[in-house]
């Protein structure tokens, strides 16, 4: 993208990302809502219900409250660009310790 200044680029990245957080709080309450980005990745509302957990030291029981969460998947060319950046930065690693 060849834009004017970083200012701008800057605006036009608050704008999408307001966009989405928006889009996920209007859905959050509907479970399974699937925001898909192509070529980015996939946003997912998971809701996880109410459980008992217990404290192994103590061996109390506890009740965890029913939550939700929201789930990011990258995509195929995010994960291998990911990986690229990890992989190079280990092999730097791995030059500066010798």
Do not use: Y
């Not at 998971?46 to 409250?65: F, Y």
Request: aromatic residues 6%; contains cysteine.
């Amino acid at each position: 993208m060849n834009l004017p200044s970083h200012e701008e680029a800057d605006h036009i990245v608050n704008v999408v990302t307001e966009a989405i957080v928006c889009l996920l709080a209007e859905n959050i309450t509907t479970h399974g809502f699937t925001l898909w980005l192509p070529r980015f990745g996939i946003f997912s509302v998971v809701h996880k219900p109410s459980r008992k957990r217990r404290i192994p030291l103590t061996a109390k029981v506890q009740i965890v409250e029913a939550k939700r969460k929201i789930k990011f998947r990258p995509l195929s060319e995010l994960r291998e660009l990911e990986q690229s950046l990890v992989s190079k930065t280990g092999t730097e690693r791995a030059h500066a310790t010798r």
